[in-house]
């Protein structure tokens, strides 16, 4: 089975804090995503890579940057967190093969991030 | 640009009852379809997927979904709905030259009373 963990189910930051959230996935998938999933919005793509060090601004990128120095791992970075930032973060990977497009995606349980 | 509608938001439902929820995207070129899964507390997983071939297509717990080309749907059904059910369902489409990205609709709370 695929395994994707995510550092935090919870986390609570204080405004203008630096905050960190990590994922790791066990089956060498070639892509990471970080989405945000709020009620009634669904989950937006934040950033997406598909190799190491290799990344793609999603839909709603502002206020976050990502890193990725491994293949397995993924990092979200929010350079000084917002109130509006207050969300539930999910971590997915896929495959790449030649079609990616129908991949599934796997998902971390997620963590809940509050910014006071 | 691509976006997917989902047109409940909160559905609610005894046991046994039928289930229909709705999904339209809007691309116009070949699309591939997923719904996804997320029960109470629980990882966001793959319910079905559809990318050619027969419209009708079967996932698991019983649930199937069928695409309309001409109608840009892809809804999700289940005869019977069971109390274990109670989750939260998502469509979402990509297409070849989304890079693997999938586009979420906002997401439909379905709620089975025992």
């Known amino acids: 089975d695929v395994k994707v963990t995510q550092s935090s189910r919870y986390l609570v930051k204080r405004t203008g804090e630096k905050v960190f959230l990590e994922c790791v996935q066990d089956m060498d998938h070639e892509n990471m995503f970080w989405y945000r999933q709020d009620p009634g919005l669904g989950l937006r793509l934040i950033y997406f890579?598909?190799?190491?060090?290799?990344?793609e601004k999603g839909d709603i990128p502002e206020g976050y940057s990502v890193s990725r120095e491994k293949k397995e791992r993924f990092s979200l970075i929010l350079e000084s967190a917002s109130t509006n930032q207050t969300s539930m973060y999910l971590c997915?990977?896929?495959?790449?093969?030649?079609?990616?497009?129908?991949?599934?995606?796997?998902f971390g349980p997620g963590t809940r991030l509050l910014v006071l | 640009a691509q976006s997917v509608s989902q047109h409940n938001h909160h559905v609610i439902l005894s046991e046994a009852a039928s289930l229909e929820l709705g999904c339209n995207y809007s691309?116009?070129?070949?699309?591939?379809l997923f719904w996804y899964v997320q029960y109470p507390g629980q990882h966001l997983q793959l319910l079905l997927k559809?990318?050619?071939?027969?419209?009708l297509v079967k996932g698991i717990k019983g649930f199937e979904a069928e695409f309309i080309k001409s109608k840009f749907s892809f809804n999700l059904r289940k005869p019977s709905v069971q109390w274990s059910d109670t989750a939260e369902y998502f469509c979402?489409?990509?297409?070849?030259?989304?890079?693997?990205?999938?586009?979420f609709g906002k997401g439909t709370k379905l709620s089975v009373k025992p």
């Open positions: 890579s598909y190799d190491v060090k290799m990344k």
């Open positions: 997915a990977s896929s495959l790449r093969p030649g079609d990616y497009s129908k991949e599934t995606q796997y």
């Open positions: 979402a489409v990509s297409h070849g030259g989304s890079q693997g990205n999938l586009i």
């Open positions: 559809y990318f050619s071939g027969d419209p």
């Open positions: 691309y116009g070129g070949t699309v591939n």
